[in-house]
């Protein structure tokens, strides 16, 4: 962990209360935000929380598709926990969401997603980070108008899973959703990213916090 962070949850004590959506302060237990270290060089992006994390108030966790993420991320030495733990300790990754909010019966709109908008603009600044790994189609074209010069719909998770996209300041490894997943699925990506991530030096040439 970063060695000027207090706590992985919330690390940059955004609203807790944010009221900017309404229907989604009807439904929701927690408005989950980024999770993990600050200092940290990836940063896993979601389209909103599930269930459980919805429950914990963390990103990924409390259900089987938060224990295939840990999973992976434990597999890679990015936690030190057993997939099931509710607050995982993690290093050098953080977690978050395009949405801070669940509700149970649909997915987020185009407003509430950009009412979030912010939350993830400053995480990203703050954090600096060199990797970010969109974790769905939704996630992967809303990083792809941010961060890469093609066009969002020119992207498909499906076809793009286990891949580098070469970004603007940042390099893209999607991700297909977790509940899509096969094991080969989270086998591959992992493998991808000991291999053409780990086996060379992704960091690009920008100034880092020393941690």
Request: charge should be negative; proline fraction near 7%; charged fraction near 30%.
């Amino acid at each position: 962990m970063d060695a000027h962070q207090e706590s992985l949850e919330n690390p940059f004590n955004m609203d807790e209360d944010c009221r900017n959506c309404p229907a989604l302060c009807e439904t929701r237990e927690s408005v989950v935000h980024g999770y993990g270290d600050v200092g940290g060089e990836f940063v896993f992006v979601g389209e909103m929380p599930s269930e459980g994390a919805d429950a914990a108030g963390v990103p990924f966790v409390g259900d089987a598709d938060g224990e295939r993420l840990q999973r992976m991320l434990g597999e890679l030495g990015f936690s030190r926990s057993p997939p099931d733990a509710l607050e995982p300790e993690l290093q050098n990754c953080v977690l978050t969401y395009l949405s801070r909010c669940r509700h149970p019966d649909r997915d987020p709109t185009a407003e509430e997603l950009a009412n979030c908008e912010p939350y993830l603009n400053a995480e990203l600044r703050m954090i600096n980070p060199e990797i970010i790994v969109p974790i769905g189609q939704r996630a992967l074209e809303a990083l792809a108008i941010e961060y890469t010069t093609r066009a969002p719909e020119s992207f498909d998770v499906e076809a793009e899973h286990a891949t580098t996209v070469r970004g603007r300041g940042f390099e893209l490894l999607p991700m297909l959703e977790l509940d899509r997943q096969t094991d080969a699925d989270s086998e591959a990506w992992v493998d991808h990213v000991r291999e053409n991530v780990f086996g060379r030096d992704y960091r690009q040439t920008k100034g880092r916090r020393s941690r």
